[in-house]
């Protein structure tokens, strides 16, 4: 009567049984959540705190911290600039725009030269009122300066922005 022949069908081995349920509509796939306590997120942050202040070297110190405060503290004092070469000599160039741009009123013109390049390039990540901050103490250094390298340099910078 009928031609299917039970023989010529494949037969499913349990293991397959047993997948074809799990795809089942009634069974949930969600996998469960676990929820990371906050004592080992707080770990977490720390270690990775620490990971990076290692890899930073002299950099991620609290000494390079507070050198760059005394930088802070002292603009606009007479003991500035032997605070600056102290912490050039030592740490070299500071990364951070804020502690640059106070940079900008040392006595070296080498040295503010090269601190006019490193705030170029990356002015433009800057908010636009540290921007405008910016060209306003380039140009008055432009008409202050009386060192004619230190004045080239500025015009240049000014025009390229």
Request: net charge positive; aromatic share 10%.
């Amino acid at each position: 009567m009928s031609t299917y022949d039970e023989e010529e069908r494949e037969k499913l081995s349990w293991r397959e049984i047993d997948k074809l349920k799990d795809r089942s509509k009634h069974v949930s796939r969600e996998k469960p959540y676990y929820r990371k306590s906050r004592r080992s997120e707080w770990a977490l942050k720390q270690y990775r705190k620490e990971a990076e202040k290692l890899l930073m070297g002299k950099k991620g110190s609290d000494k390079y911290i507070r050198a760059c405060n005394e930088i802070h503290d002292r603009h606009g004092t007479p003991k500035f600039n032997s605070v600056v070469k102290k912490f050039i000599e030592e740490y070299g160039l500071p990364d951070d725009w804020d502690t640059l741009f106070l940079l900008l009123d040392y006595k070296d013109t080498d040295t503010v030269i090269e601190v006019l390049s490193r705030l170029v390039k990356t002015y433009r990540e800057r908010s636009l009122t540290e921007i405008q901050g910016f060209k306003a103490k380039l140009e008055i250094m432009e008409m202050t300066s009386k060192n004619k390298k230190l004045k080239k340099a500025v015009q240049a910078v000014l025009e390229q922005l």
